[in-house]
C-alpha cells in the first residue's frame, strides 16, 4: 500500500485535489481509499436510522453492511485523538493508494496545497515531510524549493506524478 497525504490551510483545494484524483488513479487500474481528519462532533448517520438509533441507545459500535458496502461507527466513552497511522491499520488490506487529507503534523510524506490568491503561509519551507507542491500560483511562491511543484488544476498529471514515484510512498506499519 502506497500512502501520501495532502496537507494546506482550510480552502486551499485539498478536498477537490483528492476528489480527482481517486478517478485518475482508478484510471490506472489502482484501488484507492481515503483517510480523512474531521473535527469534534462530526456524523456520518442521521437521526430516525436504526444505525443511528441504536448508537443512541448506547451501542459501542455499529456495524451495518450490505453486499455493496460496509460501515462501522464506533464511539469512544472518552475523547480520543487517534494518530493517522491507528486509522490507517483499519483499512482494506488490498488496497493500492491510501490518499490521506488532513494530519498536516503527521510524520507522512504529504504533498502540500498551496495557493497565493488565499494568503496563508505556505508550510513546506518548515516541513521536511512535505515532499511536493500543488500550486496554481507557482510564481508567488514564498520561497524557492527543489521540490516538485505540479499544477493544482492538472489531477491527471499529479496523479502520474504520484504513480512515477510510488516507490517513495511504500508504507510500512512497522516504522511507525
Known amino acids: 500500500m502506497k500512502v501520501v497525504g495532502f496537507s494546506g490551510f482550510s480552502g486551499a483545494g485539498k478536498t477537490h485535489l483528492v476528489e ?30 436504526d444505525t443511528w438509533r441504536h448508537r443512541e441507545a448506547g451501542a459501542l ?4 453492511a450490505s453486499d455493496r458496502r460496509l ?19 483499519e483499512l482494506y488490506d488490498g488496497v493500492d493508494w491510501v490518499l490521506v487529507e488532513g494530519f498536516k503534523g503527521s510524520n507522512l510524506l504529504k504533498m502540500e496545497v498551496w495557493r497565493g490568491a488565499a494568503g496563508k503561509p505556505a508550510r513546506y519551507p518548515d516541513d521536511d515531510f512535505i515532499v511536493a507542491i500543488a500550486t496554481d500560483s507557482p510564481d508567488q511562491l514564498p520561497q524557492a524549493t527543489l521540490r516538485p511543484v505540479l499544477d493544482l488544476n492538472q489531477a491527471d498529471e499529479i496523479a502520474q506524478w504520484l504513480v512515477d514515484n510510488g516507490h517513495r510512498f511504500d508504507y510500512d506499519a512497522d516504522r511507525y
Open 71 to 89: 460501515a462501522l461507527m464506533r464511539e469512544f466513552e472518552q475523547p480520543a485523538k487517534l494518530t493517522v497511522h491507528q486509522l490507517l491499520a
Open 61 to 64: 459500535e455499529v456495524i451495518v
Open 20 to 49: 480527482r484524483l481517486i478517478p485518475a488513479l482508478k484510471l490506472r487500474g489502482l484501488r484507492v481509499s481515503v483517510v480523512k481528519h474531521a473535527h469534534h462532533d462530526f456524523d456520518i448517520d442521521h437521526p430516525g436510522k
